[in-house]
């Protein structure tokens, strides 16, 4: 069946996607990505030899659906463009919502054979001694400002990102603010999950990107607080009360100043 035999339905079927993407990270990144066109049901992507590289989002509205397979087609996502279109057969979750749901033990026991590999993939990670590293650092950490009396920072064009999960890529921040111009790149800290600066060409284009993703939802509990960098500002990141990280925030960039034992800093 070509793709224009396909009745606009409230599910969408994306093929082309990388995958040497593990699976959680592109569910949330997809959610992320499609969030912007309506709500979102359910994601879905199994990493079934045989169904790699494909995922299923379901909108409750159709024409989030059809929105979101016209704007979004070829988009470059993890480095490949998604082929994307109306999925043939109705979402489970949809179909649980107008009574026409059967269950299908095939797809049923492929999830569950699915589930059960990433979950020894990641017991095995946990185990590894850097599985942890980023979650015990910001676990602990606090972070304050050096110099809190400039509280209305002034336009730049790099922006400050809080308030996101700790759960966030690089990759994912990147797949959400190249739509807009003038992107640059996206700079996270790893001792410091939950915020990251990304950076445009000029003060005009992050400016535009900031508007229109202030509040964004890339999980559902985590709507995003975006301002602009404070230039000139030192921040510092206290881990475990022994190491201080000093980081400048300024027209140049992100850079990191020093590590130093934090019993003998003065902040």
């Not at 070829?74 to 179909?95: G, L, V």
């Not at 640059?184 to 992050?206: L, N, Y």
Request: net charge negative; hydrophobic share 35%.
């Amino acid at each position: 069946m070509l793709s224009g035999d396909i009745p606009p339905n409230q599910s969408i079927y994306i093929k082309n996607l990388n995958e040497e993407v593990k699976k959680e990270e592109l569910k949330r990144s997809l959610y992320a990505l499609f969030s912007q066109y309506g709500r979102i049901l359910d994601v879905v992507a199994l990493k079934t030899p045989r169904l790699r590289g494909q995922a299923w989002v379901a909108f409750s509205e159709v024409t989030a659906a059809s929105n979101a397979v016209r704007q979004m087609q070829n988009f470059p996502f993890y480095d490949k463009p998604m082929r994307i279109q109306h999925a043939k057969t109705k979402s489970d979750c949809i179909a649980k919502a107008d009574g026409s749901f059967v269950p299908r033990e095939k797809k049923k026991k492929l999830e569950e054979k699915a589930e059960r590999r990433q979950r020894t993939e990641d017991a095995h990670q946990s185990s590894m001694p850097n599985g942890t590293t980023a979650e015990n650092g910001g676990s602990n950490a606090t972070f304050r400002h050096a110099n809190p009396s400039t509280a209305e920072a002034t336009p730049n064009n790099i922006l400050f990102i809080e308030n996101l999960p700790h759960e966030t890529s690089s990759m994912m921040l990147q797949v959400l603010f190249q739509q807009y111009p003038g992107f640059r790149e996206v700079r996270m800290i790893e001792a410091k999950p939950g915020i990251a600066f990304v950076e445009f060409e000029d003060d005009v284009q992050s400016s535009m990107a900031m508007q229109a993703l202030q509040g964004f939802k890339i999980d559902p509990q985590h709507p995003m607080a975006i301002s602009f960098a404070k230039k000139f500002l030192h921040e510092y990141v206290v881990l475990d009360n022994e190491v201080l990280i000093i980081i400048s925030v300024e027209d140049s960039g992100t850079v990191l100043l020093g590590i130093s034992d934090s019993s003998s800093a003065d902040c």
